[in-house]
T-cell receptor, first 113, second 112 residues
Framework: NAGVTQTPKFQVLKTGQSMTLQCAQDMNHEYMSWYRQDPGMGLRLIHYSVGAGITDQGEVPNGYNVSRSTTEDFPLRLLSAAPSQTSVYFC????????????FGNGTRLTVT | GENVEQHPSTLSVQEGDSAVIKCTYSDSASNYFPWYKQELGKRPQLIIDIRSNVGEKKDQRIAVTLNKTAKHFSLHITETQPEDSAVYFCAASPTGFQKLVFGTGTRLLVSP
């Protein structure tokens, strides 16, 4: 099992550009989520999904879109990048059992200039 | 919604000492409390977790305690080693685990 795979590892964007951060998991997990990590602010939930076709907002959803067309994939879209979106992004997944642990990907470091 | 506060933000200890990191949460319905360790440039990884029906859990040098009445939980690391140096995050999850809310992290530095 590869676990949770994120691409790209690094990305630099100019303000106003769009891009998609990719996340895939091969563990047949129902639950997938996106977090952003900023210095001194911990991990903040952006969006999450409890299964294919179902998504919901987390703590900081503005400026981001998600979709879940398959169990395996959960891409995060930035429609018009802003410098405030400079961060490290982590995708995470877990199975459907109560209180099962989150498995994180290796992260994507995004810089918006 | 749930809010998790974590203290201290940084903690420096000598090798062999104990380290304690404390978290408080706001939602009395939360019932799952994991701790994650994140080494520099790496992803967060689960090191221990506790459910609300348990007051304490131990795994070798790591232990977690939970006080549901006071709504706080703590991570205890004994006999610290330099490889324990990392950022540690606590988290809390309300019933149903739809959202896992993290604390702001504690940077632990263990000096030889």
């Amino acid at each position: 099992n590869a676990g949770v795979t994120q691409t790209p590892k690094f990305q630099v964007l100019k303000t106003g550009q769009s891009m998609t951060l990719q996340c895939a998991q091969d563990m047949n997990h129902e639950y997938m989520s996106w977090y952003r990590q900023d210095p001194g602010m911990g991990l903040r939930l952006i969006h999450y999904s409890v299964g294919a076709g179902i998504t919901d907002q987390g703590e900081v959803p503005n400026g981001y879109n998600v979709s879940r067309s398959t169990t395996e994939d959960f891409p995060l879209r930035l429609l018009s990048a802003a410098p405030s979106q400079t961060s490290v992004y982590f995708c995470a997944s877990r199975d459907g059992t109560v209180n099962s642990p989150l498995h994180f990907g290796n992260g994507t470091r995004l810089t918006v200039t | 919604g749930e809010n998790v506060e974590q203290h201290p933000s940084t903690l420096s200890v000598q090798e062999g000492d104990s380290a304690v990191i404390k978290c408080t949460y706001s939602d009395s319905a939360s019932n799952y409390f994991p701790w994650y360790k994140q080494e520099l440039g790496k992803r967060p990884q689960l090191i221990i977790d506790i459910r609300s029906n348990v007051g304490e859990k131990k795994d070798q040098r790591i232990a977690v305690t939970l006080n549901k009445t006071a709504k706080h939980f703590s991570l205890h690391i004994t006999e610290t080693q330099p490889e324990d140096s990392a950022v540690y995050f606590c988290a809390a999850s309300p019933t149903g685990f739809q959202k896992l809310v993290f604390g702001t992290g504690t940077r632990l530095l263990v000096s030889p």
